[in-house]
């Protein structure tokens, strides 16, 4: 959460700044900022809201100079007010930071630093930060070595703080550097041929270069002019490794959609064959992953599987669970990862441990993994984000290969993390009991899914209308079976998120336990009714509903015949295998969630309280 961009270079800082910051503004954007250092002192601006509200200031008022560093901020300490925006500046003026993550002893070291004289004009606990660096920069002589000053003074800083931090500091006195570090918060360092940009994420660099170096936890980078320096927590220097990034800049732009949202959801049949593509053995009848870094031998030795995600993330980790139980006939087990970490549960010695995260960044996740891994076991990740902190921290894992996704509800992220766990599936049910034949069936259905996710999307004109029916209500139900169960979660999930609609889900055969009560005529129930071996049994209870008078919502397959007048609205999707039905069945449910909330008028993109990237507990 939060999205910081810093840049040295010879161009105007601003407005590389400002291009960044709005590429990362799905990590947080009720408050922005920006602080320029030209000929010898800062240049703030701050608004409340969007980055384009500070763009807006700095059309009238443009910032001179060539290095700087900005923020968008998802409010953690200290409510959304322009005093609490980054850049913060240290109380002598001396110091600005910008800061991503949360400092958890920042009241400690703000009482200390209250009695050495230093003042506050925010809630937050980055101005303690920033406060702290100031403390130390005063204090300590230059280094005898010739060494940065700014970087020795976040050095010292940054052994006080407990805490997740991705950080980049100016200091007055030092007009021609940069210090960034992180810990538990992601932070890249673009390194192009006269600049050097420093952000949270590729989508602000991949603009200026292509070349990244992924800094790891407890690194530091000192730039001066246009070399730079890393460092690890001990001082010792790190030998940098450039990676080239793959996503262009055309990737992360809108194009004609209105909503990144819609445009991802659209994009779902390609980022499907992406996800596929290479990963079919040559004789057909399984999968192939380059990159679980596990012979055969070891996986099948393998007698639990364990996945932990968060979100949307856990939801395909529960879809793969049926997958692999049924047709691996392997035990799983599914956890959120943030319940996981301190739950300290037995485990079972032979477990393969799964993450599944789009943006390889939730710190939940990575706590989850960390915590796996320190007990021993091996974890694979699936993850769409290459170099991200779990990609990289991964025994082995899975990419997703979807792009970047933008929109802060996950949908193409969603439906190839289901793909991949159908085909993990598939690739351990054939190392165990699944013959060619129903091994080769399942492939010719799994490549089947790029057009059957295309034909469900042709019913998009459809679903608006009843989306428009639909968006006065202010409670929902979804309810599915199975595999089928997940998604009723995800469809849930996508509804109240972008349009703040309370929806709930449940497996539909739960609902006399409890839910019932909640049905009356204004709370409409969607239901997930495929035609299969309870396709009675889900009838049965859209009749327990209908009888109620609750209005129904069917997401069906082509081909089942529901009871005449059963349900106020029919949406088909077409029959499928079922380790590709979980991957149709979502298209209804996103656009769904997604007409209800335009004709809400909500912000799609940019929901409230939410992030795209949970860096923090
Ligand atoms: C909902 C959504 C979230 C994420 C969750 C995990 O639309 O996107 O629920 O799925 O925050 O994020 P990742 O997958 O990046 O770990």
């Known amino acids: 959460m939060c999205g910081i961009v810093g840049y040295v270079g010879k161009a105007k800082a601003a407005p590389i700044i400002i291009d960044g910051l709005k590429r990362l503004e799905y990590r947080g954007y009720d408050s922005a900022g920006i602080a320029v250092l030209h000929q010898g002192s800062f240049h703030v601006a701050k608004e409340v809201g969007r980055v384009a509200a500070v763009q807006h200031t700095l059309a009238s008022s443009p910032l001179e100079g060539t290095r700087g560093i900005g923020h968008t901020r998802w409010a953690t300490h200290g409510g959304v007010t322009r005093e609490n925006a980054h850049p913060h500046l240290s109380s002598d003026g001396k110091i600005a930071l910008i800061h991503n993550g949360v400092i958890e002893n920042y009241a400690a070291i703000k009482k200390f630093l209250l009695t050495k004289g230093y003042t506050f004009a925010s809630e937050t606990d980055t101005e303690v930060l920033c406060n702290l660096v100031a403390y130390h920069f005063e204090k300590e002589p230059a280094p005898a070595d010739g060494g940065s000053r700014l970087l020795d003074a976040v050095r010292k800083t940054l052994l006080h703080v407990q805490g997740t931090y991705g950080i980049c500091v100016l200091g007055l006195d030092c007009p021609d550097e940069l210090v960034a570090a992180r810990q538990g918060s992601p932070l890249i360092l673009g390194v192009g041929p006269d600049e050097l940009v420093v952000a949270s994420d590729v989508a602000a660099l991949v603009s200026r270069t292509q070349n990244v170096v992924y800094l790891k936890d407890g690194e530091l980078v000192a730039i001066s002019g246009n070399t730079f320096q890393i460092t690890n927590r001990d001082d010792v220097g790190v030998d940098p490794v450039i990676d080239q990034v793959t996503w262009k800049v055309e990737d992360s732009e809108l194009g004609d959609f209105e909503h990144y949202m819609l445009k991802e959801i659209f994009e779902q049949p390609v980022a499907l064959e992406n996800a596929m593509r290479g990963r079919f053995s040559a004789d057909e009848s399984t999968a192939n992953f380059g990159g679980l870094n596990l012979t055969p031998n070891e996986l099948r030795g393998m007698g639990r599987f364990m996945f932990c995600a968060c979100g949307t993330a856990l939801h395909a980790g529960m879809v793969t669970e049926h997958l692999i139980e049924r047709f691996a ?79 802060v509800a996950s949908t193409k992220a969603f439906t190839s993390q289901l793909l991949i766990g159908a085909m993990l599936a598939l690739y351990l049910g054939r190392m165990r009991d699944m013959s060619v034949r129903d091994g080769t069936e399942y492939v010719a259905a799994l490549k089947q899914a790029p057009d059957l996710v295309r034909e469900a999307l042709e019913q998009a004109p459809q679903i608006e209308e009843i989306a428009q029916r639909y968006a006065r209500y202010e409670d929902m139900l979804f309810l599915g079976r199975l595999e089928l169960f997940p998604i009723a979660l995800e469809g849930a999930l996508k509804l109240k998120e972008i349009s703040y609609i309370h929806a709930e889900a449940y ?4 609902m006399k336990h409890g839910p019932i009560a909640l049905i009356n005529p204004e709370c409409p129930s969607v239901f997930l009714v495929p035609q299969n071996e309870i396709f009675n049994k889900v009838i049965s209870s859209m009749q ?72 923090v507990e």
């Open 544 to 615: 327990e509903i209908k009888a109620r008078g609750g209005p129904i919502i069917a997401i069906t397959t082509a081909g089942a015949e529901l009871p005449e007048g059963l349900a106020d609205e029919v949406i088909t999707i077409p029959a499928c295998h079922e380790a590709v039905l979980p991957i149709v069945a979502t298209i209804p449910m996103q656009l769904l969630s997604y007409y209800i909330a335009v004709a809400r008028g909500c912000d799609v993109d940019k929901p409230r309280n939410l992030a795209k990237s949970v860096t």
């Open 329 to 407: 006939r392997v035990p799983v087990e599914c956890d959120h990862a943030s319940e996981f970490r301190y739950r300290n549960s037995p485990l079972f010695t032979n477990t393969l441990f799964f993450v599944v995260s789009q943006s390889g960044e939730t710190i939940d996740t990575l706590a989850a993994m960390r915590e796996a891994q320190r007990k021993g076991f091996k974890v694979l990740a699936i993850n769409n984000v290459v170099g991200s902190t779990i990609a990289r921290e991964a025994d082995g894992g899975i990419y997703q290969h979807v792009g970047p996704e933008i929109g």
């Open 507 to 510: 497996p539909a055969a739960e």
